[in-house]
């Protein structure tokens, strides 16, 4: 929370970091990202969140995040899909397995050599496994 006070320099620093040609090479380097990535994907977002407002920005990122109230979870009465990288540093799998359990009926899908970006990393079998999940979550009368 209290970076939004110096948004400024972390704009500017987020705008000279996306703007380097060697980012591509960066982002594979510091393993935060699998080998599958499609970096292009990547870096067009990281690059459109820099022309953002940074204040704005991150007190949205601070409104969502929030602070965690894992009783609401067992008030979710739709169909979940949760779906994990098995190398997220941001999401760590014992916490996606605590939603699993908590949320009635969920399942959890994780991504073995997967990370955060999971969906960029995966995509044509995030597409499927979600378009399954979606068939068999619609049944008569749920549409």
Same mark, same amino acid.
């Given at each position: ?95 996606? #397995?605590?939603?699993? #359990? ?18 960029? #990393? ?22």
């Amino acid at each position: 929370g209290g970076v939004k006070h110096f948004s400024g320099y972390a704009g500017a620093a987020l705008r000279a970091l996306t703007g380097r040609a060697e980012l591509t090479g960066l982002i594979r380097q510091s393993g935060i990202i699998g080998p599958t990535a499609d970096t292009t994907a990547l870096v067009d977002m990281l690059r459109s969140m820099s022309e953002s407002d940074t204040r704005t920005l991150l007190e949205t990122y601070e409104a969502v995040a929030g602070d965690a109230e894992p009783e609401l979870l067992g008030e979710i009465e739709a169909s979940t899909l949760l779906v994990a990288g098995e190398r997220d540093p941001f999401t760590p799998r014992r916490t996606m #397995e605590l939603m699993n #359990e908590r949320i009635p009926g969920a399942s959890l899908t994780v991504y073995d050599r997967a990370t955060h970006y999971l969906p960029i #990393e995966f995509p044509a079998r995030l597409a499927v496994e979600m378009g399954d999940f979606m068939s068999e979550s619609t049944g008569p009368g749920l549409g």
